[in-house]
C-alpha cells in the first residue's frame, strides 16, 4: 500500500514538474536579427529602405534593445554592415541611423539605413551585430544575417562561400523562390560544412510599416506553438531542404554554429541567419 502511495506521489511531482517545464517554454520563441526590406526582387535598380531590428518575427512578443550587454547601460554598436556586389564589398555601417522600432508588446533599440541598389546583379547584405544580452539564459547571443537583393534578374553573387563564422550559403535563389516552393542551403563556419546543425525557422507574420517603424497586424495563427518556431536539422554534409507554404519572408537561424563559443566571459550563441522571400503566384 504505501509502494502504490509512493508511486502515486512520484507520477504527481513529475506531472507538476512537466507542467511547470510547459509554463516556463509557453512563449519563448526564437529570437531572430532582421534585415528587411520589403522587395528583394527589384525590376530595375534604386535605393532601398532597410531595417535591422531584433525581435520574434512571428509572434512578436518581445522586441530586444540590439546590443545589449550585461554589464553596461550603453547599447554596443553593430559591429559590421557591409554589401558584396559582383565580388565588391562596400561598407555601409556609416548608413545605420538608430531607431526606436515598435512591435505588438513593446519598444525596442534599432535601425534604420538606405542603399543605393542600382548595379544590375545580386546584392549580398551582411549584418553583424554586437552580441545581445539575454538575461533570462545569462548568456549572449550573436546573430550573422544575411539578406541577398537582385535587381534586373542577373544572377552574380546569390551563391557566395563568404567564409563567416556563422553561415547560410543558399544553394537556392532566395530572392526567386515561388510561393509553395522550396528552399535549400548549406550551413557553414568558416567555409566548412556544420554536420547536423540545429536550424529554427520562423515566417514574418506581421506588415512591417517602414515609415513609423512598428508592426501590423498578424497574418496567421498558429494552432500550437510548434508552428511559431519550426525545428529542423541539417544533413551530415550541413545541408537542409524546406518548403514554404505561404508568401512573404522566411527566417532560416543555424544555432550556435559560429567559431566563437564565449563573450565577456560568458556563454555565446554565434548563429547563422539567412532571409528568403517567396512570392505569390498569381
Known amino acids: 500500500m504505501l509502494q502504490k502511495n509512493m508511486i502515486k506521489i512520484s507520477s504527481k511531482k513529475i506531472l507538476a514538474g512537466s507542467a511547470l517545464l510547459a509554463g516556463l517554454t509557453t512563449g519563448a520563441f526564437a529570437h531572430f536579427q532582421m534585415l528587411y526590406t520589403p522587395n ?3 525590376v530595375k535598380g534604386e535605393t532601398i529602405e532597410l531595417r535591422e531590428v531584433f525581435t520574434h518575427p512571428f ?8 546590443g545589449k550587454q550585461h554589464d553596461s547601460k550603453e547599447l ?3 559591429e559590421e554592415f557591409y554589401v558584396i556586389n559582383k565580388g565588391k564589398k562596400t561598407d555601409l555601417k556609416s548608413t545605420l541611423k ?10 525596442g533599440k534599432a535601425y534604420a539605413s538606405q542603399y543605393k541598389a ?15 544580452y539575454e538575461v533570462n539564459e545569462d548568456a549572449y547571443i550573436q546573430q550573422i544575417t544575411k539578406s541577398i537583393i537582385n535587381v534586373a534578374g542577373t544572377p552574380t553573387d546569390w551563391d557566395s562561400d563568404l567564409g563567416l563564422k556563422a553561415e547560410i550559403v543558399p544553394l537556392t535563389k532566395p530572392y526567386a523562390i515561388w510561393e509553395g516552393g522550396s528552399f535549400t542551403g548549406v550551413v557553414k563556419s568558416k567555409g566548412k560544412p556544420v554536420p547536423y546543425a540545429e536550424i529554427e525557422v520562423e515566417y514574418l507574420n506581421r506588415d512591417v510599416d517602414m515609415k513609423n517603424n512598428k508592426t501590423g497586424k498578424a497574418y496567421v495563427e498558429a494552432p500550437q506553438d510548434a508552428f511559431v518556431t519550426m525545428g529542423i536539422k541539417a544533413d551530415k554534409d550541413g545541408e537542409f531542404t524546406f518548403t514554404l507554404p505561404k508568401a512573404g519572408f522566411w527566417g532560416f537561424a543555424a544555432l550556435g554554429v559560429g567559431s566563437d563559443k564565449t563573450y565577456k566571459g560568458k556563454e555565446l550563441s554565434q548563429d547563422a541567419v539567412i532571409w528568403v522571400e517567396a512570392k505569390p503566384m498569381k
Open 40 to 42: 528583394t526582387a527589384l
Open 59 to 66: 509572434a512578436d512578443e518581445h522586441t530586444m534593445d540590439m
Open 76 to 78: 554596443k554598436p553593430v
Open 98 to 107: 538608430g531607431i526606436t522600432f515598435t512591435g505588438q508588446h513593446n519598444s
Open 118 to 132: 542600382q548595379r544590375m546583379g545580386d546584392h549580398v547584405l551582411i549584418l553583424q551585430p554586437a552580441p545581445y
